[in-house]
T-cell receptor, first 112, second 114 residues
Framework: KQEVTQIPAALSVPEGENLVLNCSFT??????LQWFRQDPGKGLTSLLL?????REQTSGRLNASLDKSSGRSTLYIAASQPGDSATYLCAVNRGATNKLIFGTGTLLAVQP | EAQVTQNPRYLITVTGKKLTVTCSQNMNHEYMSWYRQDPGLGLRQIYY???????DKGDVPEGYKVSRKEKRNFPLILESPSPNQTSLYFC?????????????FGPGTRLTVT
């Protein structure tokens, strides 16, 4: 059974810092991995999608990497801003049903 | 604007009173699904649909029904809600049911069953 873990569960950093969020999964047979942010009352916003054949994806200040063999992905946020404060979720897609298996999330607070 | 919409956003109801949560997408997506989010359990899939008239159970389908009569709509039906269905519900869609596409989520429906 695929399990997805995110560490740390919560993180507080001062504005301007670069930071890394971690995502681990137990079964390396995944098709892709997607990073989301969740804001209270605003649902899930897709940030980046990495296919299993890719090593990384970049969007603005965000960079996500994928190491399938070790079952890990990282989300790097450069020059953090208070507006980056949210819960960040990773999700792996490994089944024929296109189901996403979500991690437990990292609650990020960026202090002004 | 391309989006997934859900209605209502908030709902408080009583045990046993049938309700429907609507989900609609304007992106002509084939694949749609429903998830529920609970503290400590994360997001879990309830039902999914590969295309019109094609639906199947996810991990936690008990107590729920769905239908997919049109491509854009995928309502979630609770025939006899119970307190253990109190949760935050998300609808999602993707262009195709294959595993190479991003999935897009709606804003969520917070349901409380008393």
């Amino acid at each position: 059974k695929q399990e997805v873990t995110q560490i740390p569960a919560a993180l507080s950093v001062p504005e301007g810092e670069n930071l890394v969020l971690n995502c681990s999964f137990t079964d390396s047979a995944i098709y892709n991995l997607q990073w989301f942010r969740q804001d209270p009352g605003k649902g899930l916003t897709s940030l980046l999608l990495i296919q299993s054949s890719q090593r990384e994806q970049t969007s603005g200040r965000l960079n996500a990497s994928l190491d399938k063999s070790s079952g890990r992905s990282t989300l790097y946020i450069a020059a953090s801003q208070p507006g980056d404060s949210a819960t960040y979720l990773c999700a792996v897609n490994r089944g024929a049903t296109n189901k996403l298996i979500f991690g437990t999330g990292t609650l990020l607070a960026v202090q002004p | 604007e391309a989006q997934v919409t859900q209605n209502p956003r908030y709902l408080i109801t009583v045990t046993g009173k049938k309700l429907t949560v609507t989900c609609s997408q304007n992106m002509n997506h084939e694949y749609m699904s429903w998830y529920r989010q609970d503290p400590g359990l994360g997001l879990r899939q309830i039902y999914y649909s590969m295309n019109v008239e094609v639906t199947d159970k996810g991990d936690v389908p008990e107590g729920y029904k769905v239908s997919r009569k049109e491509k854009r709509n995928f309502p979630l039906i609770l025939e006899s809600p119970s307190p253990n269905q109190t949760s935050l519900y998300f609808c999602a869609s993707s262009p195709k049911p294959t595993r190479t596409y991003e999935q897009y989520f709606g804003p969520g429906t917070r349901l409380t069953v008393t």
